[in-house]
T-cell receptor, first 118, second 111 residues
């Protein structure tokens, strides 16, 4: 596989379930991101990892727990979610968080996981 | 605060006609600007980006965008639309190394 892959593509879960979303990038990048895309709202950045270290948590509720075991894999662990958490969750990666010359790096996105919380 | 505005929620265009999508940003310094496209059921694909230099930027799929500092705009254009261009288009601007996205413009292409 090439690019950024996400599994599962669709997930339906109850509010008491625990599930995980997986993202894998095959681009040799060192930075990975989780975004939330809700209907009719701009994409919201959730978490950023750079060289496996979390560098951004955009005030995300603790029921979302990210994990980055290496630069190629990123997980989003979900527990006791609410119906308003239903959305498309997108993963992205970039070479680094910030290029050495100070320019931001281009992010490449996966196809997303469509999450429905009942 | 950093913001990106896409004034048009939905645009319908005939196949073969030209397309222009508007994007305005609010930011004091030189912005880093992107356009992404999202086809149904897909993630976001980068169309083009502007960091500096020539204000007219060429992208993939025949798209181009023009940065106009005086108007705080970065509008996306395509001279002749194909049915496969039906998608949602997002403008994004970088501030503090984070991407801020507009709400998107949905493009419908009629035969």
């Amino acid at each position: 596989e090439t690019g950024v892959t996400q599994t599962p593509r669709h997930l339906v879960m109850g509010m008491t379930n625990k599930k995980s979303l997986k993202c894998e990038q095959h681009l040799g990048h060192n930075a990975m991101y989780w975004y939330k895309q809700s209907a009719k709202k701009p994409l919201e950045l959730m978490f950023v990892y750079n060289f496996k270290e979390q560098t951004e948590n955009n005030s995300v509720p603790s029921r979302f727990s990210p994990e980055c075991p290496n630069s190629s894999h990123l997980f989003l662990h979900l527990h006791t979610l609410q119906p308003e958490d239903s959305a498309l969750y997108l993963c992205a990666s970039s070479q680094e968080r910030v290029r050495k010359r100070g320019w931001p790096d281009t992010q490449y996105f996966g196809p997303g996981t469509r999450l429905t919380v009942l | 605060a950093q913001s990106v505005t896409q004034p048009d929620i939905h645009i319908t265009v005939s196949e073969g006609a030209s397309l222009e999508l508007r994007c305005n940003y609010s930011y004091g310094a030189t912005p880093y600007l992107f356009w992404y496209v999202q086809s149904p059921g897909q993630g976001l694909q980068l169309l083009l980006k502007y960091f500096s230099g020539d204000t007219l930027v060429q992208g993939i799929k025949g798209f181009e965008a023009e940065f106009k500092r005086s108007q705080s705009s970065f509008n996306l254009r395509k001279p002749s639309v194909h049915w496969s261009d039906a998608a949602e288009y997002f403008c994004a601007v970088v501030h503090d190394y984070k991407l801020s996205f507009g709400a998107g413009t949905t493009v419908t292409v009629r035969a």
